[in-house]
């Protein structure tokens, strides 16, 4: 059982943010946008991205220990600087000063930090768990520590507490298929070559880690583990249908779960989690998300080998603590994951892993002394302003769209005037007092955290829900809609420049922070978002007429992304990666607009030769600038929702028609569509 709370539909922008202007400047230049970046030899037409972007990219280096490099990137290493200055300076506070929350950031950080003493004790903190799982007997045996809060192991199954669809102030068990050591099921099956490589440096990594443990004959248990997760694989759903809210919300009770996949110990793995067979209303009932899998799954899990298994679990386990353990496990963990998959040369420095740790497991307790010293409440005021002013742009976008009937159009209005916002930090701070924390004992810091993290989302299941709740912490540079509360939430990090500088011209910011809000409220109108109604719940509040146009305009959207080909014979999967390619074609529409409601009826000033248009679009595309490794990159594209940054500034504007009158983009130009072929949503 894993221990985080799934925010089963919530999506995420997944962008980064920076250090707020302390000069009174702008971050770049005197209006807010990198002009010495841009390639003016590129037609904006021919390749947007390249046009605002293009000379830093010639010459842009990727760090090492990076599997990307740009705007993303750089902000995010200035967070992680400012999480490591709050950790050094609980370190140089005289110990009687600090809070009980203060000594476990503290303690925690400095045991991570503790390589010394890490390897000097070697695989004695692991030996119990291991030698648990080298006992397992019986397949019985097997469930039962695949559902171990402590050990946070899956198997072909994995299983947290999230919303129910249908019902959003309950909570409920989802269970969905797992299983996979690699990122995704295509690592396994899509015949390619460069995939191929990556298939025989796995199972040489499970070999070598079989020998480090100790195990005997370790290349026939390395292909063993190798051999199980290809037949998880070939069973599981793509990616594609697994984001669909529809073909996931499979609602079962226990005893019908037994039924329907009875080659799997339920009632061994649900006892281990703490799930009660019954809950204050009878027997309990379960999500099923991919439900046509599960009975394939439950039968390659019986006929798997106890030792197969007992094999897969050990090789799981040492890559999921491999931080925790000594260096040579930490360094082949990563030449695999790290090298292999991303293609970073060099691990991320340990200081700045230290500081992930401590947002990942006491997140709420770093994010209260974070918001202190780096979120003062006028940036919080003028966060909410902007919110507000896009709120207002939708208001009137959804009033005069053409192919929306009047009926549909009220319950959108009434969605969106229910629409939630969180800014910055929440209003109620997360309780650690439970969490117990040792400085000597980095393993056991890690998996009582983890099980901490799995208990305090157990007592709640048959609770009211807590919509106060936060899915992310303040130093998150990222943003995300929750469908479920009807709600879009932007952790304090990311309202800083280049997204958010008040220094900047508006125009820059609306196409930067106004574009990222944009975002993601269209989420909550996005092809699964609009299946959400006011109050949270998965409901049809559409004419079937609307249903069907809004279906053939995202449907034409997808195949325009599924043709953009980022690596040679690999392109954009236009259906997975809808939700985001909907809320970035519909965010950019919405900030333009507000963008032009705060002008007030007046033209925009032209500044160094822009117009307010053009200076929007160019923030736009600044926001996006990346360059990633070819690895890293294949992950993406196999793994992630997200369509490559690259894309997303060419995506969303060639839709646009006001893109194209501010950059004179013609019939000719490589991204040229007939006005005809242009996705309007809203």
């Known amino acids: 059982m894993k221990s985080a709370l799934l925010l089963a539909a919530a999506s995420a922008i997944a962008v980064t943010a920076a250090l707020a202007s302390p000069t009174g400047k702008t971050m770049y230049g005197t209006w807010g946008v990198d002009l010495s970046a841009t390639d003016n030899s ?54 009687k000063q600090l809070t009980a929350e203060e000594r476990k950031l503290r303690d925690l950080y400095d045991a991570f930090m503790d390589q010394k003493q890490i390897d000097a004790r070697g695989l004695s903190p692991a030996r119990k768990d291991l030698d648990y799982i080298a006992s397992l007997k019986t397949l019985d045996d097997v469930g039962t520590a695949m559902g171990s809060p402590m050990l946070q192991l899956d198997g072909p199954f994995g299983g947290g507490v999230a919303f129910n669809p249908k019902d959003t102030n309950q909570y409920i068990l989802t269970l969905g298929q797992s299983g996979l050591g690699m990122p995704d099921r295509d690592y396994y099956l899509k015949d390619d070559a460069a995939l191929q490589k990556t298939r025989d440096a796995y199972k040489k990594h499970l070999t070598t880690i079989f020998t480090m443990a100790g ?58 989690a703490g799930v009660s067979r019954n809950g204050p209303k009878g027997e309990r009932t379960l999500i099923v998300a991919e439900k046509s899998a599960f009975p394939k799954l439950a039968q390659i899990f019986a006929e798997a080998p106890v030792e197969t298994w007992r094999d897969y679990l050990t090789a799981h386990y040492l890559h999921a603590y491999a931080a925790y353990l000594p260096k040579a496990f930490d360094d082949e963990n990563f030449a695999f994951y790290g090298t292999v998959l991303q293609g970073n040369d060099r691990q991320l420095p340990r200081s700045t892993r230290a500081a992930h740790l401590l947002d990942d497991d006491i997140g709420e307790a770093l994010g209260k002394i974070y918001v202190a010293k780096y979120f003062p409440p006028e940036a919080k005021a003028k966060a909410v302003e902007l919110v507000s002013n896009l709120l207002k742009a939708y208001d009137a976008d959804i009033r005069t769209l053409s192919w929306m009937t009047s009926a549909t159009r009220e319950k959108a209005l009434y969605k969106l005037h229910r629409f939630g916002v969180k800014i910055g930090y929440p209003d109620r701070w997360r309780d650690y007092s439970a969490l117990v924390i040792r400085r000597d004992d980095l393993l056991g810091d890690v998996q009582r ?7 305090r989302q157990l007592t709640r299941i048959d609770q009211p829900v807590d919509k106060t709740e936060w899915g992310m912490t303040p130093p998150t540079v990222n943003a995300y809609d929750n469908p479920f509360f009807n709600e879009i939430v932007f952790p304090a990090a990311i309202l800083q420049p280049p997204f958010f500088d008040p220094n900047a011209d508006d125009a820059v910011n609306y196409g930067g922070i106004g574009a990222v809000i944009g975002h993601e409220i269209s989420h909550g109108f996005d092809d699964q978002g609009a299946k959400f109604d006011a109050q949270g719940n998965v409901a049809n509040w559409w004419s079937d007429a609307d249903k069907k146009t809004f279906e053939a305009k995202t449907k034409a959207l997808g195949e325009q992304y599924s043709s953009y080909e980022p690596l040679p014979g690999l392109h954009i999967n236009g259906a997975f990666t809808m939700g985001e390619n909907v809320a970035d074609n519909a965010g950019v529409a919405i900030a333009l607009k507000a963008y032009h409601i705060s002008l007030g009826g007046k033209e925009a000033p032209v500044v160094d030769g822009l117009t307010g248009d053009q200076r929007f679009y160019l923030s736009y595309g600044q926001i996006w600038r990346s360059k990633m490794r070819e690895g890293a990159l294949r992950q993406q594209l196999l793994s992630n929702e997200h369509s490559p940054a690259m894309f997303r500034p060419i995506g969303a504007t060639r839709n646009q028609d006001e893109w194209y009158a501010a950059f004179d983009v013609k019939p000719g130009d490589k991204y040229y569509l007939p006005p005809d072929q242009r996705v309007h949503l809203w």
Do not use: C
């Open 449 to 455: 955290a983890a099980e901490f993290e799995w208990n």
């Open 42 to 95: 590129v037609r904006p037409g021919n390749d947007f991205f390249m046009h605002v972007n293009g000379t830093w990219y010639k010459t842009a280096v990727i760090p090492p220990d990076r599997s990307s490099t740009g705007s993303f990137q750089d902000l995010r290493i200035l967070s992680e600087k400012r999480m490591q200055e709050i950790a050094a300076s609980l370190d140089a506070k005289p110990p």
């Open 215 to 272: 195990l005997s004959d370790p290349a026939r248990r390395a292909q063993g583990v190798y051999d199980l997760e290809y037949r998880i694989a070939q069973v599981s759903w793509p990616n594609e249908d697994r984001r669909d809210v529809d073909k996931v919300f499979n609602p079962m009770t226990v005893s019908e779960l037994k039924a329907f996949a009875p080659q799997f110990p339920w009632d061994s793995y649900l006892k281990s």
